[in-house]
């Protein structure tokens, strides 16, 4: 390690994230360590709120502790990673602040999205992001620059489920979408269910309908399609939430149930050590499909998720456990 130059110990400093950085600061190499030190103790997150009012697009940069301006972000691009983008949420006590917003152009909020874009794809790895009901405006303006590990999006026209199916297949990174508001139309179920059968993604991924409703669902139907799918793909690793009411709860359950009583049903895989599991509440559903990576060899596997949220139904799976059949 003594060989590697200051300017790459730099360049990796730059492109960790906040837990690549506090393991920098505690390596036992003198450059590394002085290296992480620093900028472990200078790094700064920030985010950009939008809004659109008459006077056009207006926008403000935030930190945790104050308000900044893009000059600002400029003149510390060594130390300052955007973090998340968010439509108007700020709340009542914040919204003075709007009155000091600077209000651009659609062409000057592209440029000065590419300039702070351009510093992330140098400065960021795998920042975590939220994305909420921007308009339609801001979807195209950042549709093509910004890859998200979670989206939270708010139905406002065909755009945002075009930048849904964009982000779904091109970020490898997206780990979450929730979808909220308004109502949804049908066509967004393929692609949630591109995201969650999407067999390029390695992780873990989990979706959420539960605050939206979604034209012409069927959730019976949907989940269905998902237990036929994980019956044939046992290596499926997702999840997803769905609203509850008493006639899911009827036809989930084949009875009639309490207001404040939840169902669940788990199915183990016939031939593979995988797991579907499926939970309603008195409002919310939730299924989930785990399987097992644990081993004779690695009993205790630490990337098992089926053992770290359902021990009881890891590599010891007992017929016993099965609490229903779907």
């Not at 590697?4 to 393991?23: H, I, K, R, S």
């Not at 874009?117 to 979807?139: D, E, I, V």
Request: charged letters at 25%; a neutral charge; aromatic letters at 12%.
């Amino acid at each position: 390690m003594d060989a590697v130059p200051y300017n790459f110990v730099e360049d990796v400093a730059m492109l960790a994230g906040c837990t690549c950085l506090w393991q920098l600061q505690n390596l036992a190499d003198p450059l590394w360590e002085s290296v992480g030190q620093l900028h472990y103790r200078k790094r700064e997150y920030f985010s950009v709120y939008f809004r659109q009012t008459e006077r056009g697009i207006e926008h403000l940069f935030g930190t945790a502790d104050d308000f900044i301006t893009p000059e600002y972000v400029k003149k510390n691009r060594r130390f300052v990673r955007l973090n998340y983008v968010f439509e108007d949420i700020l709340n009542d006590h914040d919204r003075r602040q709007w009155a000091n917003a600077v209000v651009l152009s659609e062409q000057e909020t592209k440029k000065m999205l590419e300039t702070v874009l351009c510093t992330r794809s140098q400065f960021s790895a795998k920042p975590s992001r939220q994305f909420l009901g921007l308009h339609t405006t801001l979807f195209s303006l950042l549709r093509d620059n910004l890859r998200f590990t979670t989206l939270r999006l708010a139905y406002c026209g065909e755009t945002a489920e075009v930048f849904l199916s964009y982000q779904i297949e091109h970020s490898k990174i997206l780990k979450q979408v929730t979808l909220q508001d308004d109502e949804w139309p049908n066509s967004v179920l393929a692609l949630i269910k591109r995201f969650c059968m999407y067999q390029r993604r390695q992780n873990h991924v989990n979706a959420s309908f539960c605050r939206t409703k979604i034209e012409g669902l069927n959730i019976v139907e949907y989940i269905q399609d998902f237990i036929d799918f994980w019956t044939q793909n046992a290596h499926l690793k997702c999840s997803f939430g769905y609203a509850v009411d008493e006639q899911t709860r009827r036809s989930l359950t084949q009875e009639e149930i309490n207001d404040h009583r939840s169902y669940t049903r788990v199915l183990k895989h016939p031939t593979e050590r995988s797991i579907a599991y499926v939970w309603g509440g008195k409002a919310n559903g939730l299924v989930v499909f785990y399987r097992c990576v644990c081993s004779n060899d690695r009993p205790q596997s630490r990337e098992c998720r089926t053992k770290c949220c359902y021990p009881a139904l890891g590599i010891n799976l007992r017929e016993e456990d099965i609490e229903g059949e779907w």
